[in-house]
């Protein structure tokens, strides 16, 4: 795909720094950045070779050095972009950037859009739609262990692994239609028996790529994990302990807590997103009350819940009433306040806590918070690997493509059992082939590709 303009933008972040980069891209790049570009050693930009880095200064049309500079000149197609694409080195700072992105929009070139360059890259098929969002993923990487999975996808570890389960369906839609066209070769056995067995492997591939997605997301986004209690029980002192910071008010006041207070835990690369709620009670107080609303919906948004309980003052009521909001939850019973003695015999905590997993602690003096980090850890690292060489799904939009895939795939089967015509099969292979395909980006639609690329700041 051509464009028949060329943008750019600052692709580095306004700021005061030593270097800012300016982005150009299209077929009109080199001869653009040429009418206001002076090299030192007086050469033109239009006889200059591909990946090279030319020393100069940007001009304005009076001939006023605008600013000292590097320029890096990149011929299509070996670009981001697969067009022409120049960065110009400038130094850091609003005033010089500004200035010499203005000279080069009134050059010809005009103002890139949100994630314009990327969208290119996209369009022009240097890269997918998942390395598309990888791309983002990188940005926003929160730890490592984020940045590695987007690093993954970036360098096409999904896109090939979608792309052989593709190639599978392709074979078997193929053999299908070939039967279709010349049923004077129909053999005795009817044909289905030959890929029989590798629709049915395929289907258990796709159902653990799936079981991968909610883990993607949570190593991408952060285990949304809630910290949950009655009131005055120790959530705000945990918050505090575990992110060893004075991140949230810790008074002996009940209720001090009034909204959901939310940061960030990296806990050996990975990422878990904190969420020290309100205790729930019932209460009168009208800003405490929606502070109670706000946890029971966190309560049901978490991914992981630290259920705590004063072991000092035992299991109450309210705890009772509790433990039915977090039913299906994974759940993680933390006995705070240990330092000051358990009252709460061995077989309440069997008869009450049994579908969840026990630690005691005190948040207030800092023990037992390795063993706390280290079973929050094991709770994600639960659902890794599961897919051949690694491979996960990082979003919802390649979460919900998958099971449209899975659903078609199962039709097949089905069909298959109950003896359907293979001109039916053919129908719903199709249809998981275009649905497996939709993950990597082939056939979106295009106000879906406006909003993906409307995430990307203006000069990605």
Request: with cysteine; net charge negative; charged share 25%.
């Amino acid at each position: 795909m051509l464009f028949d303009d060329t943008i750019a933008a600052i692709s580095t972040p306004i700021g005061v720094g030593g270097i800012g980069i300016i982005r150009i891209s299209g077929s009109d790049t080199i001869s653009i950045v040429d009418k206001v570009f002076r090299a030192a050693n007086k050469k033109s930009l239009l006889n200059i070779p591909s990946h090279t880095i030319t020393y100069g200064h940007i001009v304005n049309a009076a001939g006023n050095v605008l600013d000292e500079v590097l320029v890096m000149l990149m011929r299509a197609p070996k670009t981001f972009t697969r067009e022409d694409v120049i960065e110009i080195n400038c130094h850091g700072g609003p005033v010089p950037l500004n200035a010499v992105l203005m000279e080069v929009i009134k050059a010809g070139a005009r103002l890139a859009d949100q994630g314009d360059f990327t969208k290119r890259a996209f369009l022009n098929g240097r890269i997918d739609l998942a390395q598309v969002e990888a791309i983002m993923d990188i940005i926003e990487s929160k730890t490592e262990l984020s940045l590695a999975q987007a690093v993954e996808q970036l360098e096409g570890k999904l896109s090939r692994q979608i792309k052989a389960y593709q190639d599978i369906l392709l074979q078997i839609i193929a053999r299908i239609e070939v039967s279709i066209d010349y049923p004077e070769y129909d053999m005795d056995e009817p044909i289905t028996s030959d890929f029989q067995q590798e629709l049915s492997d395929l289907l258990e591939n796709l159902n653990l790529l799936l079981e991968t997605a909610d883990t993607g997301k949570m190593i991408r986004e952060g285990v949304k994990t809630a910290i949950i209690g009655r009131p005055n029980v120790g959530k705000s002192s945990l918050l505090n302990a575990l992110l060893e910071e004075n991140k949230a008010i810790v008074t002996d006041i009940p209720g001090t807590t009034r909204d959901v207070v939310e940061a960030y835990l990296n806990i050996e690369g990975v990422p878990f997103l904190l969420l020290d709620t309100a205790g729930i009670r019932e209460t009168e107080d009208i800003v405490e009350k929606i502070g109670v609303e706000r946890s029971k919906t966190s309560i049901e948004e978490a991914d992981l819940v630290l259920f705590l309980i004063d072991t000092h003052a035992g299991i109450t009521d309210q705890d009772i009433e509790l433990l039915d909001q977090v039913r299906g939850k994974k759940v993680f019973y933390i006995l705070n306040k240990a330092d000051l003695g358990s009252v709460i015999p061995q077989e309440i905590i069997e008869s009450y806590l049994s579908n969840g997993e026990i630690i005691s602690l005190s948040a207030k003096q800092h023990e037992g918070l390795p063993l706390l980090k280290q079973v929050m850890k094991n709770f994600i690292a639960e659902g890794k690997g599961k897919v051949s060489g690694g491979v996960t799904l990082s979003n919802r939009r390649q979460k919900e493509s998958l099971i449209n895939a899975i659903t078609s795939l199962e039709k097949v089967i089905e069909a298959i059992t109950i003896g359907l015509p293979e001109d039916c099969l053919a129908i719903d292979l199709h249809d998981s082939y275009g649905h497996l395909g939709m993950i990597v980006g082939e056939a979106l639609k295009d106000e879906i590709i406006s909003e993906l690329f409307s995430r990307f700041c203006l000069g990605k």
